[in-house]
């Protein structure tokens, strides 16, 4: 499905390991710029019992973008990123395996 988009105006996949450490989840937003890099995005928040990555109390699970890519389904300026997750104390969720690779390079 090839829908026109506004000049400056991309939508950005955000995409992530869930609580299984098996799953890939994802979830969509339309920003006004084309970004260049990960860096260049914010980071974004879900409800991490949804996904096993947090309990029901302070259950807020934080994205921060670490590679971007084009989207290869959405075609044009459209971009894949994808990203780390973070508990609400800003420590990395269990699933969060590259976090622990960097450590250790």
Not at 57 to 73: E, G, M, Q, T
Request: aromatic residues 8%; contains cysteine; proline residues 7%.
């Amino acid at each position: 499905m090839r829908l026109p988009i506004p000049d400056n105006k991309c939508q950005v996949m955000y995409v992530w390991i869930d609580g299984s450490g098996e799953g890939l989840r994802s979830k969509t937003r339309t920003v006004n710029f084309i970004p260049k890099s990960a860096q260049e995005l914010p980071v974004w928040n879900f409800d991490g019992s949804s996904t096993g990555q947090a309990e029901g109390s302070n259950s807020d699970v934080y994205l921060h973008p670490v590679a971007l890519y084009k989207d290869p389904f959405r075609l044009g300026d459209n971009k894949l990123v994808l990203c780390e997750t973070y508990r609400h104390n800003k420590k990395p969720t269990e699933t969060n395996h590259r976090n622990k690779c960097l450590e250790v390079m």
